[in-house]
């Protein structure tokens, strides 16, 4: 074989080895992928404030994932869709008021000191408009933690005989829901995991496989930028 | 000339039809979606618990091992059986093909199945070491992520995984499978196809793994522990089969080793002359049939808990995760030594070239070989001393544990006196030689911290216990994997390999290699754990040294590439039948081997150490064509 | 170059190097293993944070100062030796003095380096079954240090991905904060609610792995106050590396105000103390195998 053959023939191997190995490198930064969704901020008197809306569904729903009947937390974009995005931007020593719908219902808290909330103004909930300081733990369904920031709350759910319940999401408001508000503050900026605690992906050994690991369902991020 | 005629070929196009990869592929991938609609249509809807967990876990299974089979037997891996059900004869028809077309099908010759293990082994090793190079870009800082965060794990996983998997293999499926048969004096080996079969199998598996990014990955790092693997999302499946198709292939490997140099050494060699080479293959293989069939086992019960529900590992269920992980570590521990034994060989076998004297100590060094052989499998429970397990069992464990030592030590001692007094000449496989006495040195060392329970109890899952066996592994079995390559690619190949930019390779892999993995052990110390994506700041310094270092180790490999490359495919300078001036009796043949081997068995006179001692060379096969063929 | 027909040898040496390198080595590691101990014996971790802490510290200076003389001689050795016995650029290869056996250096070997192995084992397990040093020892502990019966029991919970906190002798509360009162022996039992996870308290030297349905008991006896890191030392899935938190030992006056508060602050949450499990309490036990729990809707 000639020289000039041979050194087409090895560039030719070692692009497509480059190629191979930008492809499975660029894959693997977007695996499990974490498309994040940018809060829009206000600006109160100097001061940033951010609202997140956010719903947990029983069951995600084909149109939203490739696993329709996992449990999952969705947020409300600008454009009012509710999107199944996990990582938020938020801005660093910012007010951030929080609503959560909960379409799902109770399964029981394993830890009960999770049924009392911490971490965020005041130290209490609003549940259904009434504030609470803890809730009962058979009633939980979900919680939403910030470990790093001692932010704790956990969400009641629907009643099992309630009507009308949500099926596949998104859910809208006119299905039995609680509503559960709060406010925390942001400081410094950084990368804060959260993650729901009640174990609820059931049929998974111990109900924490499947969503409850995955980013994008029940566990997430919470970028704090400056 | 050659005395013996080049050996018949078909016309391209004829071996581009029949069994061949590309038949392999198609049917592979037929094999695949066979599997994944077997599933699907006959098994699935049946199984409840796949609807709750809304994933048909059992396809992914039969999804791969339809593919598996499909590969195989488009190989033609079920030719001869029919055949011979049929009521042909035997035959060994496929080792008479010559043509590059060999390397890429079912042939029977030792010789190509060990070239084939050679590329196959290289090419899983550089993956491995992509995801190592990933793990270290992750680990540059503690403040942000490059990777999502599941994502990191399956890096890690992926590159332990790869590793451990393929590298068994490492230095039997190459060296072993195209020497062994020549220093016994052998033609073949004693199973030609299930040799064959063992190194495709390999590819298949690898294959699997790789595929295992498609499926989310798996969170669990090499070991796989249950539950976290019962639970674990479907990627795990890739890792199971994997690891499931990675012991077969080492078991037909060890079993093959065994029946052979039991079986087939040529008149004159007895034991007590075997090469010091053999009887490390020999060590090894032993360990590789015992121990493989119980990882089979162990996957076997995972896979079992991830489809058909039962609770082997839930303790919910009645089950143990203490079961997992101790039967995980009866194949782990000999696993490893698996991964060490093949080094000493070539240690052992090399320095006597080198130094120009015989083995010292031959006896003491089989004994060592032996006895770390055996020892391995009573220490396994060290992986477990925090675990919880009985506490009774926990002096025992740290005394076997130290025990083992005095068998690897043999070793040391052996190889110490036989370049003692010699006439060293530093080539690249000597360079590599010497290397790993320093490399396995610290591992061994710093195993003795880890062996002792107090100890472990402030290094058990820190980066100490990392650095501790990736100086025995990497600086063990790969330094010798390099070793090997230098010393015997010339006779597989019959090209000379570069010397000058083996040197280079070398002192740039042996400088970043212990700049890599030194500062672990100090980040160890100071507690930062493994496989964890964020570690306390004031570590960052030393986290970032190792990264750059190990960017420059991998930087290394390339420069081995491309002397590999240049040296095979450009400079082509023909190789000497014994550039190293060698008495095994290898080095006594052309290079590259002729096809059958020898015109006539020799006959063994002596071990193959007898520099100094004013005899002739240990046998000369009459006749021996010179030069390349 | 061809193989060797015939062993020309190089002429033979009359100095003895093994004696050289014997006392080379002696006389280094005689300087060495002192310096070691001296200098770099203090920075060994994990340091005095507790006793057991001070006794795997211990283990590793003295490991440390035996391994030196190790070193030392492969230094030597192959220092010399490779200096010694390569052969020069452009020198003839010939072959080396047929030297295959000899069995004094076989017999010192094997004795010393068994006698070495048997000391390290025989100093581990009693450094060992003293008080434990800080490893856990599954539900039946042997290595029990003296006062155990009164030790001060405290429940860690590991699960996906935090590690909790329960004392028994505080109505079996439940905290997230790791508070330990000081210089008390102290009985972590370390257990899971799903997979394995480790607990290990850095400083205190306490390392114990978290097993589903299994209770694995670890001694510690805390000194005075200060600050400890808690990290999980087994892979548990995603979050494995976030999952960390600070423990804090204090005086007992401090313990005893916040164990209070903490109580009191656990009893406000309804309907814990008078549930069975199966209704939704969670009394204290010293293992948990909670059901995959059931979802509506």
New interface residues.
Partial sequence: MR?GV?LLL?AAAVTAAGVG?GF??S????????PSYTVPVQNVSGHPVVHLEIQTV??VGPQLSQ?????SYLIKDTSGQWVRKTVWNLPAHATVHVTIYN???????????L??PQGMVGNRVLIDGKPV??????DA?HTFAV?AFGLIVALP??A?DAKN???YAPCSLSHAHRTIQFTFHTTTP??Y?W?C??????????????P????GYM?G?LNVKA | MSAVAAPPQRPLWRRLIGFNFITALILGVAGWYVGWFGAHKIVGPSLD?F?????NELSVYLAYIGGVVGFLVGLGFLNYPVKRLLGYPPSLREKEEGGWTRYFSLCTDHKVVGIQYLWGVGLFFFIGG?NAM?IRTELLTP?????????YL??VGMHGTMMMGVMTSGILGPFANYFVPIMIGARRMAFPRIEALTFWLLMAAGAILTTT?FF??F?TGWTGYA?LS????PGIDNYILFFALVGLSMTLLGLNMIVTVLTMRAPGLTWTRLPIFVWGVLSTAVLMVLAAPVLISTLAMAAL?RTAQTTFF?P?GGGSNYLYQNLFWVFGHPEVYILALPGFAIVLELLPVFSRKPLWGYRLAVGGLLGVSLLSWFVWQHHLFVSGINGDLRPFYMLSTELISIPTGLTFLCGMMTIWRGNIRFTVPMLFCLAWFFNFLIGGLSGVFLSDVPSDVTTHGSFFSMAHFHYTIMGGLIFTFFAAIYYWVPKMTGWELNELLGKIHFWAMFVFFNSTFAPLFAVGFLGQARRAVTYPSNLQFLNDWVSVSAFLLGASMLVFLFNL?WSL??ARKPAEANPWGSRSIEFQLPSPVPVHNFDRIPVFSSDPYGYGEGTQPVAVPAGAPAGRE | MASQPAAATRPGDSTNHGLRVVVAWLVLSAIATPLVAIYVGPLIPPGNGSVQAQGQTFSNQVMTSLVTPVLCLMVVFFGYGLIKFHLRRNEAVLDGPPLRNDSLIQVLWIVITSAMVLFLAGFGTYELLKDGAGGGQGPNPIALPAGHKTAFQVQV?G????F?YRYPSFGG????QLVLPEHTLVAFHVTS???VHSFWAYELGVKADAN?GVDNVAYVTTKGPMVFHVRCAELC???HG?MF?NGVVVNHGAFTHWATRALA??H?????VN?PAD????PFAYSYL????????
């Avoid at chain 1, 894959?27 to 974490?34: E, Y």
């Fill in positions: 020289v041979k090895v190995i499975y490198v894959h693997l930064t977007t695996l499990a992928g974490s029983a069951a696993n329709p009947d996992w449990v379409f799902d219902g109770a399964s029981g808290l394993r830890n009960p000191y049924a009392r300081n803890a809730i009962d733990p058979n369904s470990p759910g629907v099992d319940q949500c099926g950084g990368h995991r993650q605690f009640v174990p609820c992906a059931a049929g998974w050994v111990f109900g924490f496989g499947g409850m690991q995955t980013i566990d991020f | 618990y609807g709750d967990i809304d994933y992509l990933l403040h942000s992520q490059a990777f999502p965060a599941g994502t399956t890096i990014v989310g990955g969170p539950p019962t639970q674990a999302n808990d839930n919910s490359v495919a450009f | 919970i699960q996906q991905w935090q909790t509360m439940e905290s997230n609610l799903d997979v589903p899935g995603l979050w976030y938190n602050l656990y406000s949450i309804k309907g814990y549930r209704k939704g309490g969670a909670p059901e995959p729990t059931r979802r509506a809707g």
